[in-house]
């Protein structure tokens, strides 16, 4: 399997995944606009394993006690409850041969989109989806992420983990069972970049992390949607999509890495009750939501870890899409009123 | 009516205009994705000119003759060819206080989108889009840009001027009456300042415009589409979008205010058989185009105007989003084959 081929914008610091592993004839597409629809068989389904890849990552479950099993992992075992497998048709695929960190740029891998695309499956449940998750599956899920990023970023070509999830065909999820997407990349992301500049430029500045100084600004704002002892979730000041929301930890933490037992059961709690109050606010929409983090320790004073819940309510069009300039027809105060209310009827 | 409001994010150079002038209530997007469709009266009509504001520019019909008239632009004609409107719930309205041009972020102005949108109806036919027009309307359509820019430019609260268009309701077009929309905005927006910034330091280390460069490094690429004398249209080296092109005039200019009259009726030719290839080829799909250029003389010798397409043919997801690095299934260089190979069957 050759690599994807990885490409800068020959004037702005945009990076693009030439995906040759899925690729397709431009007359594919004039087929798929007139024959959408879902394949009847899923995949992603119990009893379905021989038809992905073998699993990275399995948690079983043995006689009613969960055990991660990594050894055994490669095999194609039938009674998981979480399963992360490598992506059939990876954007990034793991290096062939020794692969010269010092610099991406360098050596034969430059321009190959060297990393890891993993599919995490978040439940046997086909529509076991985090807003009607069983809380103790939800917390298998967290857990997941967390192996994964602890293992992918041990990878020395690694610099940064996004993990995030589609929710609705609209918002480009093509397999409707519950899972989430995992995809490693040779460098750190221009969104994630300029955020933990701007991040070190602020702490710099004010001699103290930006998001722990929103979270004490923003705390009696009415943009809070609910607050409880380990997170804030809140619609941002400057929110780009309708109803877009953010859940931030309390404590100051570069990454998930090192949440506890209690912060994990709090994150599915409230990720679990937001992501219901949108769904119920607004006849369940499709979303996409993306952890920002970092890996680079040298960061971890500066940079502060949270999730970003983006509902496709609107669609980024001509001016968005030449200008990167945002119109919000819903202004985030209504979001989080309406938000709140739902939460708490 | 108030001013819609500007909001900066709290860490990135990122704009949104909090819309409230077409403030939407979060429950109506569960009715609307429930209930979609068009209306079945088209307000851009040739006879429904009552349905909309009165023009700010219309092109006449006089026995043949075309006039450009902006004194009875007031007026409600009907026998128009080509006619601006205010937009009826603009993301950008003018000012109604004489505006501190010297600081945006200063005065009474502080977070007001104080700007211009309108709406350019191409052509009385309702299905006059580029690919399918006459060579005379779309000249017109042309001469229109430029007209609009010229105009608002004058303004000295007006930094940007964005000229773009929406095909297709998947593309963000809520009327399908071939339009296409205008926003002047009270600064330059992110993309086209690190263009901008990118471009100036381009040429500063190469002593050449970038845009230049590249049209000469490209035309023998196979990444060309096709050229004329006055233009290069060209799948980009990295391409966001599958069979993304961008048509780039081959006489340096920072916007397209100076077009002689050749100039313009080969960027019609250019941009209707390009726009045509890509019917063909893809069923009609969605996109959205956009021109990127610069009203900052300052910038002269540096920017190069250009239009961008961006085929509505994948969708940004949760990578996308959170992270600014795009996946792109066709290959630029195949696009290009392909779309050659349409455009000269």
New interface residues.
Partial sequence: MPYN?L??????????????E??????D??KR??EQGQTSICPLHPGNEHMTPPAVLLYLNSNGKIIKDKDTATLRHKNWVIRCIPNLFP?FAPPKVPFDTSDIMKTDNFGHAVGHHEVLVESPNHDEHPANAELPQLVHVIDAYVDRLRDLSANPYVK?I?I???HGQ????SLTHAHS?I?A?PFV????E??IQ??KC?SNQHCKC?FCD?IEKETNSERVIQENDHFIVLA?????N??EFWIIPKKHAINPLNMNTAEKESFAKTLKSSLRSLKD???D?PY?????LSIDKRMQDFYHWHL?V?PM?A?????E????????????E??AA??RKTLNP
Same sequence: chains 1, 2.
């Fill in positions: 081929e490409r800068k914008d020959f004037l702005l610091d945009r990076w693009v995944v030439i995906a040759t899925r690729a397709r004839r431009p007359t597409f004039a606009r007139t954007a940064y996004s995030f999830r589609n609209e918002a480009g999820a997407q995809i990349t992301p221009a969104i994630v300029e955020e701007a991040s602020y930006a929103l941002p000041y400057a929110s780009m309708p109803m606010l607004v006849n929409p996409n939501y993306g952890i920002h970003e983006y309510l669609i980024w069009a001509g001016f899409k030449s200008t990167g300039v945002y119109i919000n027809t819903v202004t985030p209504t979001a309406e938000l």
